[in-house]
């Protein structure tokens, strides 16, 4: 998506930038994980079809990505790469033609070292506001799979609740619809994120 392409988004533990060529070979190292493809329902790509993949991400106008920074990290760099700092992804997608209000929102930690620290929640949170602020979006869903059951536990900490079970598909599909109080909530835990303008590979801390 075009439209995120030039900002960052700071927050306490994480920062979301948008996906760049510079992110693409970290990426690619990732998803050799049979474990990550599982979870995420991914098909293992070449490197050449991950660039394609990321000149995707970045025109198409039906998705949003961000590469979730660990911000410790970011924060105590000097000069070194975003590349070295990376922890996951967030997207959104916006393919219900029938209900332009509706994102789907999956989030991805990929580094062992940054999970259980809190780096995911924070960076849906942070999704979500922008998905609320910037892209009028309404209702959120995350289909999950089943057996995924870190991730089933912190959408539901953020008020997603359960509505539908897939056999076939092996996965739940969580829901949260953006009733004002719910609005009100979501943009007080993101109160602290700070909006900066981003250009590839300069991205350091002010």
């Not at 992110?23 to 050449?48: D, G």
């Not at 960076?123 to 609320?132: D, I, K, R």
Request: proline share 4%.
């Amino acid at each position: 998506m075009r439209l995120n392409q030039n900002i960052l988004l700071l927050g306490k533990k994480v920062v979301l930038v948008p996906y760049t060529q510079e992110h693409v070979p970290r990426y690619h190292e990732w998803m050799k994980s049979e474990e990550l493809r599982r979870l995420t329902a991914s098909e293992p790509l070449t490197l050449e079809q991950e660039y394609v993949m990321q000149h995707s991400w970045q025109e198409d106008a039906d998705k949003c990505t961000f590469i979730v920074l660990d911000a410790e990290k970011w924060q105590a760099q000097l000069g070194t790469s975003e590349e070295s700092c990376m922890a996951g992804d967030v997207n959104l997608f916006l393919t219900d033609l029938g209900d332009p209000t509706l994102g789907e929102i999956e989030v991805m930690i990929a580094e062992p070292s940054c999970r259980g620290q809190g780096l995911g929640t924070e960076a849906v949170l942070m999704m979500m506001s922008y998905g609320v602020t910037k892209l009028g979006l309404t209702k959120f869903e995350a289909k999950i799979g089943q057996g995924n059951e870190p991730s089933i536990r912190m959408f539901r900490k953020l008020h997603f609740e359960q509505v539908a079970v897939s056999s076939v598909f092996q996965e739940v599909t969580l829901r949260l619809t953006m009733s004002e109080p719910e609005r009100q909530w979501l943009l007080e835990q993101t109160s602290h994120v700070e909006e900066k303008p981003y250009r590839a590979g300069a991205s350091e801390p002010r």
